[in-house]
């Protein structure tokens, strides 16, 4: 199912964040939404989960406006891994998982296929053997592998993520990447914000820059990534090449002038 | 231990504690002597049975609403009394012994109830319809110090001293002399404010991850404001209509049990209903065989045996800063 924004603004205590924004996303690509910081990010994506009410515009999934669908229904389509990692009480991992499956069961417990959903969302993020311990108990980085299998786990056609990648050592940035794409290979569409220019590079299928709440260029990776533009909106010089592998890297250099 | 072998865990310790508050009392009643002949066959049935039943009411009133408190506000220090549900039926109960209406058996636990309702339309007004968790506290905060505010006023004011130590012994908590009507009266109501409180309970697991990613996970927050205004607002009220106001249990009992739980917030709710239960019942034999001239209050003892609980906790936490 398509996800679709047409000529989305939003007012908050008079400032405009987002303003006319429309941007189309595929099913089983990567978009990946870059800006600076206040660019309005962040209210994109809690405008696309359907929390944020005070926008204009439409925000349709298949063609019907996402707010006409009641919250649960909503819940299972589109799926968000908020920035901030909160676990509040110190839970068993997979009770905490399971969290993800809120949308989809009933008051009287799980059945098989939430436990199924649970299990493949655990062996997709490397938390199976995290199985048993306490969320609070975990370091970050396995913190922020349980918060992203309990995302998935919850199955969306949708998962929208805001900084996704933040609290992961490098070997474990490439493993969600790849499991990312995994999913999305799966026909899962996904939508990150994203801070770094050369994560952006590798995983994005699409990439939409926002700038003072305006979409200030959205295509393909090398239409947008260029110094020209990045300098323009991050007000940096940048260095942009390509590893021996083939792998594109995007490193700032120095402040425009 | 599973959560069921849990539950009837606690369901033998709180049966057993029954068993003993219906022997303990002024006169010890032993087991074999509650049928033999008309006067201890009264006593327990007419004064201590009864004072049990509300005994248990009042204890699973509080550790359940203390427990859904909790995990609602996400901090372990919340308490039931922090909406001001509880002070706001205190305040319809000093009213009643103000004006000398309680005198009929009745009226005063109406009175309290009616406050609570009162202070649950209020909070509810107050917090609006935006399903704020700050809003609906800082509500709450409102309108606990404006409730107490009155209820001192009503004090400072009362025509005889007689009256003003007859409401100042009445806030203290107790279940002195309650009769079947009081847990007649306080029974469905508990019953409807537990239902509620179970009702919230997989919203409230959601809330572990936080309010966005709850509210992304389909969980209506305004439709758990009103799950916990009548959940609490019900629990509370009627325990402080029948008992007075009893402290701790709430925040002490969900403490206890959520390492025994997991910490999830909505398997914590009936084993602190259960384990409230037990300690309102326990303390309750204690102040009734403590050799005193006059009953010491259950609302005193509650504190007193409160307070080695949090030094225990403050040195638990300090040994862990260290």
Known sequence: MELRIDNLSLKLRGRDVLRDISARFTPGKITVILGPNGAGKSSLLSCLTGLQRQQHGRITLAGASIFDLPAALRARHIGLLAQKADIHWDIDVRALIALGRLPHHGRWGRSAADEAAIDAAMAHTDCTALAGRRAQQLSGGEQARVLLARALAGQPDWLLADEPLANFDPVHQLDVMSCLRAVADGGMGIVLVLHDLTQAARIADQIIILDKGEVAASGSVSEVLTPELLARIFSIRVHVGTAACGMPIITPMARAA | ?322
């Open chain 2, 1 to 322: 231990m599973t959560a069921s072998q849990l539950r009837i865990m606690l369901l033998l310790v709180l049966a057993s504690a029954i068993l003993l508050s219906l022997m303990a009392g002024r006169h010890w009643i032993p087991f074999h002597q509650w049928l033999g002949g008309d006067l201890p066959s009264l006593v327990i049935m007419q004064l201590r049975l009864p004072r049990a039943v509300v005994g248990v009411l009042v204890g699973a009133s509080l550790g359940m609403a203390g427990a859904a408190m909790q995990g609602y506000l996400r901090n372990p220090l919340a308490d039931p009394g922090l909406f001001g549900i509880s002070s706001s039926a205190a305040l319809g109960a000093v009213i009643s012994l103000y004006f000398g209406y309680a005198v009929s058996a009745l009226l005063l636990p109406m009175f309290a109830l009616l406050g609570a309702g009162c202070g649950m339309a209020m909070l509810s007004i107050l917090a609006g319809r935006s399903g704020s968790l700050t809003l609906f506290t800082l509500s709450g905060v409102i309108l606990s110090s404006l409730t107490g505010a009155l209820t001192s006023l009503l004090i400072s004011l009362a025509p005889t001293p007689f009256a003003s130590s007859e409401i100042v012994t009445w806030l203290m908590g107790a279940l002195v002399d309650r009769s079947w009507e009081d847990a007649r009266l306080a029974l469905p109501l508990t019953g409807i404010g537990m239902a509620a409180l179970l009702w919230a309970g997989r919203s409230l697991d959601a809330l572990t991850l936080g309010e966005a990613t709850a509210r992304s996970l389909g969980i209506n927050m305004r439709h758990l404001q009103y799950l916990m205004l009548a959940g609490v607002g019900l629990t509370v009220g009627s325990s402080v209509a029948i008992a007075g106001i009893i402290g701790f249990v709430g925040l002490v009992v969900p403490h206890l049990v959520r390492p025994l739980v997991g910490s999830q917030p909505s398997a914590l709710l009936i084993p602190s209903a259960l384990a409230g239960a037990v300690l309102v019942v326990l303390a309750d034999s204690l102040v009734r065989i403590l050799p005193s001239v006059s009953e010491v209050r259950l609302g005193i003892a509650m504190a007193v045996l409160g307070t080695p609980f949090f030094l225990a906790l403050l040195f638990n936490m300090r040994r862990e800063i260290a």
